[in-house]
């Protein structure tokens, strides 16, 4: 039979769009988790109080570090990721670790140290968490070096990096974690 | 094999039976809601529990003030403080869509029915209209089945919510507070639908030349014309990219009609009123006025009307507000440039002596503005201001004194070319001094050579070199009807404002609430159009280009334009 290719078309897209909606109402899929080894570039970015801060001092400095990618005006997975480390510093405190959450700003056009300073504010951050912005062709070689590069910030998707400080190799968590399951992987991975 | 036969056939005979609906009964677009009768919730009278739901809604406090209560990630407590309803569900209660989560409708009109996963924007008469037998992914919430769900994140039909969605612990009170709230929200269309119609106006204020008037609206008048060419069916299969095919209804006739402005400032909000009592309009496209937008900026504002690109580079500048979106922040977006270049230079001795000379103008004023709130945010220490006649040439011997007296390492000249006299008496020595290209205009290349070495100019725009392209584009687009005037960048502004407007139509759908206008232009894709280097949104985000090249100008009669810094948004 021949079928209308408009029509095919039409269906194709309602059929696509009514999965993406599934996607909203099922149980969220197990996160998935991987061992990577990263380069991380030699860039300058600036924190959330304007200071300069070398990436690859921060982040290859021996101690405990935890990634993850945001902005400061992101509807969904930002503000899950950031209640995530908000709920990991409550946790820390009551430990002798001492773990870097540093979080790089996806949207550096908006993301200004007083926004990121805002943001980082309403999240109640204790010292400890930085909120890292830049230029954007910065910002674009420190994604592509995590392979997290998107080229547009509505598309990002939900990743956190834990660094293990023994051997310099990066846990990749693609997904989202419940609080005991991130505070899980961090002991798992030697940072806790 | 019958669903994939059945749907051609429908779909065949959809646009005319949607061009009857929507000609015929605006009503189908209209939600059903619950009608509320009159009284109180939580014991108290309805517009202060639709406050203090609103509160709830948009910042996650709870009626005593207190952070609304919530855990995500089954295990992971937050604060409404942190983030709340709004920052998924978005301002108008239509969700988004991003990184490949989608947060569903949480508006009265969309809680009221049931929903479907295929054509779910269908209102019940027109499923039964169309004979559509599909069934229902969930019923119509009642006010318990909505409670349960903010509580445990399970719908009516069982399904639960991704744990993304925040699980609410609150109280019965305060539960009937924010579903009070809810079921009011975007419950209605907006005002400006009006039959299959949907009503814009542009605002034209006194002093504004025939030419600047027609750069605007000829493109603006053009793009009306062309979209209302397209019958109801294939206007709605333009629209298949975004959720849309024929079914979805969402396409609307447009009409924009002009307000023009007489008078003072002061008398506009008064006419302004009256345009909008006599002609509701459901947004403000573009507009434009020779000095400060603030009159019709905080209209807006007041009337609850979003107002989209207005053609001013005096924009008010606020981190709150909510319904004007501007190309940037103009004139303030320069001064904050040189703040941010200059602090970026001294890193880590900031021990720079900056003086500001400032024309006695809105221009000038916004642009010291736009310094000194910088320079303050970046922690460095007031500097001296002082203001200029405006039009008047310098005062040599007054500014010898001062510079004599301040001994700056730079001076910010926030005035036009009336300064090149004095250029050469305020940089002498090492002295540096910064010009606004806006300011200049076209003055800009006739900057005396001399001190060309030592004159830094705040430029706002993509590199002209690398321009030619975006413009062109422009306009084969603006179709000939009218000239560009590149100096004042009206046509290609009022081009951008239509690229942005035509994403913005198609992702609203058919849900027309004038909040849901301003957050799908939030959630749009960063735009590269001409002028700006880069036209970024974002929820909340009222200033889509955000920095400016800080430039030098080269020798020669013709000279070019020498990049001297990346581009400055830090």
Redesign the interface.
């Given at each position: 039979m021949r079928r209308n290719p408009w029509a095919t078309l039409l269906m194709t897209a309602s059929l696509w769009l009514s999965g993406s909606s599934f996607l909203a109402a099922q149980a969220p899929p197990p996160y998935t988790r991987t061992l990577e080894t990263y380069t991380v570039p030699e860039v300058v970015l600036v924190n959330q109080d304007g200071a300069k801060v070398k990436l690859k001092t921060l982040l290859d400095s021996g101690e405990p570090v935890i990634l993850d990618f945001i902005f400061g005006t992101c509807t969904t997975i930002c503000p899950v990721l950031s209640a995530g480390y908000a709920n990991l510093q409550t946790k820390l405190a009551a430990t002798p670790s001492k773990v870097h959450l540093v979080s790089v700003s996806i949207d550096p056009e908006n993301d200004t140290p007083k926004v990121m300073r805002d943001y980082l504010k309403r999240y109640r951050a204790k010292p400890g968490w930085d909120f890292l912005t830049g230029r954007r062709e910065d910002i674009d070689k420190v994604m592509n070096a995590f392979n997290a590069y998107i080229p547009n910030k509505m598309s990002h998707y939900p990743l956190t990096l834990i660094r293990d400080p023994k051997t310099g190799k990066w846990i990749r968590i693609f997904g989202m974690m419940s609080s005991s399951e991130f505070v899980a992987e961090c002991r798992k991975a030697g940072v806790l | 094999?019958s669903g994939?036969?059945a749907?051609?056939l429908l779909?065949r005979c959809l646009a005319g039976a949607f061009g009857f609906l929507l000609l015929a009964a605006p009503a189908v677009a209209a939600p059903p809601g619950k009608p509320k009768p009159a009284g109180t919730v939580a014991g108290l009278p309805e517009d202060k529990a639709l406050a203090l739901g609103e509160r709830m809604y948009r910042q996650g406090l709870l009626p005593s003030g207190e952070p609304m209560p919530s855990v995500?990630?089954?295990?992971?407590?937050?604060?409404g403080?942190?983030?709340s309803c709004s920052?998924?569900h978005?301002r108008a209660g239509l969700g988004?869509?991003?990184?490949?989560?989608?947060?569903?409708p949480t508006n009265g009109a969309r809680l009221a029915i049931p929903r479907y996963?295929?054509?779910?924007n269908l209102s019940p008469e027109e499923r039964r209209e169309l004979k559509l037998q599909n069934p229902a992914a969930r019923p119509a919430y009642t006010d318990e089945t909505l409670a349960h769900l903010l509580r445990t994140g399970r719908?009516p039909s069982g399904?639960?919510?991704?744990?993304?969605m925040p699980r609410y612990h609150l109280s019965d009170p305060d539960m009937a507070i924010l579903i009070h709230y809810l079921r009011n929200l975007s419950a209605r269309p907006s005002p400006g639908v009006v039959g299959d119609t949907l009503r814009f106006a542009t605002v034209i204020a006194p002093g504004v030349s025939e030419d600047d008037q027609q750069a605007m609206l000829v493109p603006l008048n053009n793009y009306v014309a062309r979209h209302n060419q397209f019958s109801a069916g294939f206007g709605n299969r333009m629209y298949?990219?975004v959720?849309g095919?024929?079914m979805s209804g969402a396409y609307r006739k447009l009409a924009l009609s002009v307000w023009r402005l007489a008078g003072p400032p002061e008398t506009w909000p008064g006419q302004l009123d009256a345009f909008l009592a006599k002609e509701p309009a459901f947004a403000l496209l573009g507009g434009i006025a020779p000095g400060e937008w603030k009159p019709i900026h905080d209209f807006c504002e007041r009337a609850k009307l979003p107002c989209l690109f207005p053609i001013t580079d005096l924009p008010a500048v606020s981190d709150t507000d909510w319904y004007t979106q501007y190309f940037s922040k103009g004139y303030y977006q320069e001064g904050q440039a040189a703040a941010r270049y200059l602090?970026g230079l001294d890193?880590p001795n900031p021990t720079r002596k900056v003086l500001q000379l400032v024309q006695d103008s809105p221009e000038g004023k916004a642009l010291a503005q736009g310094f000194r709130e910088t320079w303050a945010?970046?922690?460095r220490a007031a500097v001296p201001e002082t203001l200029l006649p405006e039009g008047k040439p310098l005062a040599l011997a007054a500014l010898e004194d001062l510079l004599a007296r301040e001994k700056p390492s730079t001076v910010l000249l926030w005035t036009g070319a009336s300064a090149f006299p004095a250029l050469a008496a305020l940089t002498q020595g090492a002295t540096g001094a910064f010009l606004s290209a806006r300011l200049l205009g076209s003055q800009l290349t006739s900057l005396p050579e001399p001190v060309r070495s030592q004159v830094w100019i705040t430029y706002p725009y993509r590199e002209p070199k690398l321009e030619a392209k975006y413009s062109l584009y422009a306009d084969t687009l603006l179709g000939g009807l009218t000239q560009r005037h590149p100096e004042t960048r009206i046509s290609t502004r009022t081009y951008a404002l239509i690229q942005i407007l035509r994403q913005a139509l198609m992702d609203m759908d058919r849900h027309f609430y004038r909040d849901n206008l301003l957050d799908r232009i939030?959630?749009?894709?960063?735009q590269i159009l001409p002028d700006y280097l880069?036209l970024?949104f974002?929820?909340?985000?009222r200033y889509a280009s955000?920095?400016c090249f800080i430039m030098q100008v080269g020798p020669g009669a013709s000279p070019a334009l020498i990049r001297k810094s990346?581009?400055v948004?830090?």
């Open positions: - | 094999m994939w036969r749907i051609p779909s995500v990630n089954n295990d992971v407590p937050v604060a403080t942190a983030f920052s998924c978005l988004s869509w991003e990184g490949g989560i989608v947060t569903l996963w295929k054509f779910p719908d399904y639960d919510m991704h744990s993304v298949l990219g959720g095919n024929e602090h890193d945010e970046l922690g939030g959630m749009q894709r960063d880069r970024s974002g929820p909340g985000q955000k920095g990346e581009w948004i830090h």
